[in-house]
């Protein structure tokens, strides 16, 4: 056996393991502690294959090539902590993404929420805010002028502070608006040659705040929530257990969208209803709990990355 080599010899198998290897996994944990530490991300619940997918790009990008070089190039360079962060978590999305998701909301899941004159809504993994704006100006334009008797929250998160800055400001060009009709650009953006903004009655509808979706919510009586194309980052277990935290932020009847490509497993699959198999939508059971709790646990401090978008301006505001 070679200096650089540890041979297992497990009864039929033998396994070979470089000392290199072997230190650069140790480099590859800490690096994911590190991140942990930083940020607060529990890469644990990441898939290995994502994250070192991921990793590599940064590692090549800064020419470290090892999980130890690069970890040395970290602690050396705070700014790298953002880019790779960003690289992470993909913040790829559009408004109205997967059309006919939006459709059968319309059709069918808003108007039997809107029986009742409170509708809590949550966009879970929001990005730079295309999806939480969809939804409210879906729910403008389904309720017109009936929305000043209804009290309607569309709560937002990501984990990504960048993305949600941009999400509080809500500016766009004509190619993010792809797929949106004049009609909406119109009555629902205010255009200033390059840029077009969401109007200030829209913003007022949504609340961007930072929460890790590791997490249990400390918000709870959702009507509808929506977590799609997060997944992907997770492995099973974490999936399964972030579904469940969905599953108890939901009031009984309650409904989770989840991505096209993605599915309910384990103990989630057995708990929700399936609604529409196409669009992946799920549905809390009614004779489940039958509780609206009318306020938010309190939500703690850390978590409360308040990123208010009032009319008057965009002031994110860390409580
Ligand atoms: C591909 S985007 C999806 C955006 C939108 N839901 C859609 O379907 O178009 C995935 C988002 O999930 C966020 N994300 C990844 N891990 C997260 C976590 N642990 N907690 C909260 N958000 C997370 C990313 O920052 C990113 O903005």
Redesign the pocket.
């Known amino acids: 056996m070679g200096a650089t080599q540890v041979k297992q010899k497990m009864g039929k198998s033998v396994q070979m393991t470089s000392v290199e290897d072997f230190l650069d996994n140790v480099a590859y944990q800490k690096l994911k502690k590190l991140l942990h530490e930083t940020f607060g ?1 529990d890469c644990n619940g990441y898939r290995d294959e994502y994250l070192k997918r991921r990793f590599a790009i940064r590692l090549n990008a800064t020419g470290a090539n090892t999980y130890s070089r690069y970890v040395r190039y970290l602690k050396k360079n705070p700014a790298e902590f953002n880019l790779v962060l960003s690289n992470l ?6 408004f109205f ?1 997967d059309s006919d998701v939006y459709v059968y909301l319309e059709k069918t899941v808003l108007p039997r929420l809107f029986k009742s004159k409170e509708v809590r809504i949550w ?1 879970a ?3 730079t805010g ?2 939480p704006y969809s939804l409210a100006i879906l729910v403008h334009k389904l309720l017109g002028k009936e929305l000043s008797n209804y009290n309607v929250t569309i709560f937002a ?4 502070e960048v ?1 949600l800055a941009k999400a509080v400001e809500g500016e766009y060009n004509k190619k993010q608006l792809m797929g949106l009709a004049d009609s909406l650009i119109g009555k629902y953006f205010s255009n200033s040659g390059e840029s077009y903004k969401v109007k200030d009655f829209v913003k007022q509808m949504v609340r961007f705040e930072k ?4 997490k249990p919510s400390l918000r709870k009586g959702f009507d509808l929530i ?1 977590c ?3 997944m992907i ?1 997770f492995a099973r277990e974490s999936q399964q257990q972030i579904h469940m935290h969905f599953y108890n932020a939901l009031r009984a009847g309650g409904y989770l969208v989840i ?1 096209k490509s993605e599915v309910l497993g384990g103990e989630p699959s057995r708990k929700f209803l399936c609604s529409d198999v196409n669009c992946r939508v799920y549905q809390k059971s009614l004779a489940d709990g039958c509780c609206r709790p009318s306020c938010d646990l309190r939500v703690a401090k850390a978590d409360a990355l308040s990123l208010n978008n009032s009319a008057g301006g965009q002031s994110i505001v860390v409580q």
């Open positions: 991300i978590t993909v913040n790829y999305t559009t993404r966009s993994g929001c990005a295309e999806e998160s990501d984990l990504v993305a929460h890790d979706l590791m929506l799609r194309n997060v980052f991505g």
